[in-house]
C-alpha cells in the first residue's frame, strides 16, 4: 500500500491536516487506513470522515483499481434498489472488469468515455462518494473503503 508523509498533503493536495492531532507530528507518514482509521475526540464523526476520504480517495493515496472499484460501489449504491441507466452499465462493467484485472485500461477507459462521461479521472471517486452520502452516510463509506484496501492489499 502507498505510504504518504505529511508534507505531501500540504504540498500535493493543498491540505492542511494540522487541525487534527494525528496530522500533528511533522514526521508522520502512513497510508489511507492509516488516515480512515484515525479518530480526533471533539470532532463531528460525520465532518471528520469527510475530511479523511477527501484526502485518501486520490491516486497518490490508493492504487487506481481500488479508486475504481469504489466508484462502482458508490454509483451502484446511488442507484440502489433502482436500475443503473443502460447507457452507464457498460461503462459500469468494464470499471468493474478493469478493477478486477479482466478488462484493459484501455478497454476501461473507451468504455467510460462511450457512456457519455467525460475523461475518466480520479477526482470523479470523490465526487460520487458524496453522491452516495443519501444512500451510505461517511462511516459505512469509510468502512467499505477500509474492507477494499484491506482485500486489495492480501492480493
Excluded: H, N
Excluded at 446511488?78 to 443502460?86: H, L, M, S
Aim: hydrophobic fraction near 40%.
Amino acid at each position: 500500500m502507498k505510504k504518504v508523509k505529511i508534507r505531501d498533503l500540504r504540498d500535493k493536495f493543498c491540505y492542511e491536516p494540522g487541525r487534527f492531532g494525528y496530522f500533528r507530528d511533522p514526521k508522520w507518514e502512513g497510508t489511507a487506513l492509516d488516515v480512515l482509521r484515525a479518530t480526533e475526540p471533539g470532532v463531528s464523526e460525520d465532518d471528520f470522515i469527510a475530511d479523511r476520504m477527501f484526502v485518501v480517495l486520490r491516486p497518490e493515496f490508493i492504487e487506481e483499481r481500488v479508486l475504481v472499484r469504489y466508484m462502482v460501489w458508490c454509483i451502484r449504491t446511488i442507484a440502489g434498489e433502482g436500475e443503473v441507466p443502460a447507457q452507464i452499465e457498460p461503462a459500469l462493467e468494464a470499471a468493474q472488469g478493469f478493477a478486477e484485472k479482466r478488462v484493459s485500461e484501455k478497454v476501461f477507459r473507451k468504455a467510460w468515455k462511450v457512456s457519455g462521461y467525460e475523461e475518466w479521472e480520479a477526482s470523479f471517486v470523490f465526487m460520487m462518494a458524496r453522491e452516495a452520502r443519501r444512500a451510505a452516510p461517511w462511516p459505512k463509506q469509510r468502512d467499505k473503503l477500509i474492507e477494499m484496501l484491506q482485500a486489495d492489499e492480501k492480493r
